[in-house]
């Protein structure tokens, strides 16, 4: 076998690929499993082809496939499994609960529990006394999601929706809710109250 290259100690051929190089090594491993020196020779062979091919490219006599040259492409082009569209909504609105700590939940408690007495029960100052309160109320729903996200713009962004949000659902659930006039409680001061529970629930909950 001295006469032979390592193309054909090996048995393939000059233009095999490297996948049909290392598959032929495998199966030759496999079958002269045992046999020391047999293995010797195939271990030379295979040795002395990586070289050759090494030198080739080097040379530029063979292209290096892209997927060799660039594994980081491959991954990239890799394609993603698409979620179900109901998935992929659940893993959207995931991202957007937070995972709130004893003290994120209970002093924005606090804070509009006390707004949502003097929205219901302080009404000698009407409804310049809820704005007022709503004004607050806002107030601390930024400074809270700041503090938790430290980004002011997405907390400003998150309070102006609560608020909107907050003020027309609370309007229409007066119109539907006759009993909200049972409870002596004005359209006005059940809007404000149902903002403030909105607020804190994204204030608490969401990020």
């Given at each position: 076998m001295s006469d032979q290259n390592p193309y054909e100690q090996l048995g393939v051929s000059e233009d095999a690929s490297f996948e049909e190089i290392q598959n032929h090594r495998t199966r030759l491993l496999e079958q002269y499993n045992g046999d020391?020196?047999?293995?010797?020779?195939i271990e030379i062979a295979y040795d002395a082809i990586l070289m050759d091919r090494l030198r080739m490219r080097q040379e530029g006599k063979i292209k290096v496939p892209e997927r060799i040259r660039f594994p980081e492409r491959l991954v990239q082009s890799a394609p993603q499994?698409?979620?179900?569209?109901?998935?992929?909504s659940s893993t959207?609105?995931?991202?957007?609960?937070?995972?709130?700590?004893?003290?994120d939940v209970v002093l924005p408690l606090v804070w509009y529990l006390g707004l949502s007495a003097i929205a219901?029960?302080?009404r000698a100052g009407g409804d310049q006394a809820l704005q007022l309160a709503l004004v607050v109320g806002v107030g601390v729903s930024v400074f809270f999601l700041n503090r938790k996200e430290n980004s002011l713009g997405?907390?400003?962004?998150?309070?102006?929706?609560g608020l909107v949000i907050g003020l027309v659902a609370g309007g229409l659930?007066?119109?539907?809710?006759p009993q909200v006039a049972l409870l002596q409680?004005?359209?006005?001061?059940?809007?404000?109250?149902?903002?403030f529970i909105l607020l804190?629930?994204?204030?608490?909950f969401f990020r």
């Open positions: 020391a020196k047999r293995l010797e020779v499994e698409s979620l179900p569209r109901h998935q992929q959207w609105f995931s991202r957007m609960l937070d995972k709130p700590t004893t003290g219901l029960f302080y997405r907390s400003v962004l998150w309070t102006f929706s659930l007066v119109s539907f809710l409680v004005s359209g006005n001061q059940f809007s404000t109250v149902f903002t804190w629930v994204i204030t608490s």
